[in-house]
């Protein structure tokens, strides 16, 4: 079965530091998305992606973060400056060509900022 | 806003007995609705969904969900638990824009099974 697959599943870096995660989303899937969850808290989206470029991005998504699809089957989120509150469990998603239909989500990658 | 409130942060249940997580959420228009389950450490699993039609859902795992658009709630159900079902249920509703969906999340309902 298919599925999103995500690297790595954990990743420390120092505040301050430039970060990239990277997400394999399913093969015929053309939006996709980013979510994070801080620890004990909602599943919070981030932003959508759909044909190169952002759909619709929140609040939690400034200019420290970016999206890129460098190639046809990775889509990845940079921080590149990464705050301690940054710290979080980083979800990718995709779903099929209609867009409204069920989203599949990565195992996330846990990010930890010291 | 679109919003969705799970007003149970943490329910503990025996095993075999029944369950009911309570989902309420705040939309404009006809919502798209989920269940999501999360084990710990892992990722988004999708137990069931409501867009339209019959608005008594059936899902993975033995769980259905009804829609109930007088009360704005999508309770999940399960008529006997079991172990393997301890974990976190995230409600979600679909926000359709532009042809895409953006979820937004409850936030959460931590189950426990004792045996």
């Known amino acids: 079965e298919p599925e999103v697959t995500q690297t790595p599943s954990h990743q420390v870096t120092q505040m301050g530091q430039e970060v990239i995660l990277r997400c394999v989303p399913i093969s015929n899937h053309l939006y996709f998305y980013w979510y994070r969850q801080i620890l004990g808290q909602k599943v919070e989206f981030l932003v959508s992606f759909y044909n190169n470029e952002i759909s619709e991005k929140s609040e939690i998504f400034d200019d420290q973060f970016s999206v890129e699809r460098p190639d046809g089957s990775n889509f990845t989120l940079k921080i590149r400056s990464t705050k301690l509150e940054d710290s979080a469990m980083y979800f990718c998603?995709?779903?099929?060509?209609?867009?409204?239909?069920?989203?599949?989500f990565g195992p996330g990658t846990r990010l930890t900022v010291l | 806003a679109q919003s969705v409130t799970q007003p149970d942060i943490h329910i503990t249940v025996s095993e075999g007995a029944s369950l009911e997580l309570r989902c309420n959420y705040s939309?404009?228009?006809?919502?798209?609705l989920f269940w999501y389950v999360q084990s710990p450490g892992q990722g988004l699993q999708l137990l069931l969904k409501?867009?339209?039609?019959?608005?008594l859902v059936q899902g993975i795992k033995g769980f259905e969900a009804e829609f109930k658009r007088s009360q704005s709630s999508f309770n999940l159900r399960k008529p006997s638990v079991h172990w393997s079902d301890a974990a976190e249920y995230f409600c979600?509703?679909?926000?359709?824009?532009?042809?895409?969906?953006?979820?937004?999340f409850g936030a959460g309902t931590r189950l426990a099974v004792h045996p």
């Open positions: 998603a995709s779903s099929d060509p209609q867009g409204s239909d069920e989203q599949f």
């Open positions: 979600a509703v679909g926000s359709i824009s532009g042809g895409y969906n953006k979820l937004i």
């Open positions: 409501y867009f339209s039609g019959d608005t």
């Open positions: 939309y404009g228009a006809t919502p798209y």
